[in-house]
């Protein structure tokens, strides 16, 4: 049974332009979560993604982009790109709990971006 | 803005000592969950505790819930060179939508 995949796993790109990350949830997965680290930090939550919406921000902005497929897979989209946004992104999913307790998540291996 | 603090961020210890992590905050957490993090890799989730007072056991790892959910801690008990690795841990808020809080980590050597 595959865990979370993402594509691609590293990517080096120039100030200005714009990125695309892809996530494929764990099998039986709805929730798509992304987190942003930085070298030697926690990471960062992003948004999350249920039922093809976001459902949830954190403190980024309008730069960072998301969309949700039928089939629970997710892309993260980053426009005018900054030096500061070089870090790994990191897809998590899980099963949404509704209005119950969230019991953990499954992280991918994430995708490296630099930013040069 | 909830704020998760841990620590130590850096420990290096002697294979088979006992040690303890620490993850504190001035918010309360409907849940606060444990990942192991190496290199190249995403984090993997060790244990979830959602109980004030709740205490979760997996082999040499004992992690605790604080009777308030405000802090938890992480005890590992004759610590091996297969211990080596980032500790997060990381709250959430309750309800469907749980973007989690993470602290910055604690970076654990175990020197065989």
């Known amino acids: 049974d595959a865990g979370v995949t993402q594509s691609p796993t590293h990517l080096i790109k120039t100030r200005g332009q714009q990125v695309t990350l892809r996530c494929s949830p764990k099998?039986?997965?709805?929730?798509v979560s992304w987190y942003q680290q930085a070298l030697g930090q926690g990471p960062q939550f992003i948004f999350q993604?249920?039922?093809?919406?976001?459902?949830q921000r954190g403190n980024f902005p309008d730069r960072f982009s998301g969309h949700q497929f039928p089939n629970y897979s997710s892309e993260l989209n980053v426009n005018a790109l900054l030096l500061g946004d070089s870090a790994l992104y990191l897809c998590?999913?899980?099963?949404?709990?509704?209005?119950?307790?969230?019991?953990?998540?499954?992280f991918g291996s994430g995708t490296r971006l630099t930013v040069v | 803005t909830q704020l998760l603090e841990q620590s130590p961020q850096f420990l290096s210890i002697q294979e088979g000592e006992n040690l303890t992590v620490y993850c504190n905050s001035s918010s309360v957490f409907s849940s606060l969950q444990w990942y192991r993090q190496e290199p190249g890799e995403g984090p993997v989730l060790l244990v979830t505790?959602?109980?004030?007072?709740e205490v979760k056991k997996l082999k040499r790892l004992t992690f605790q819930f604080g009777d308030a959910r405000k802090d938890s801690s992480l005890h590992i008990t004759a610590a091996q060179p297969g211990d080596t690795g980032l500790y997060l841990c990381a709250g959430a808020d309750g309800g469907g939508a749980d973007g989690l809080t993470f602290g910055k980590g604690t970076h654990l050597i175990i020197q065989p």
């Open positions: 993604y249920y039922e093809e919406e976001e459902r």
């Open positions: 099998s039986g997965h709805d929730t």
């Open positions: 505790v959602v109980t004030g007072g």
């Open positions: 998590a999913s899980s099963l949404n709990p509704g209005t119950g307790t969230n019991y953990g998540y499954t």
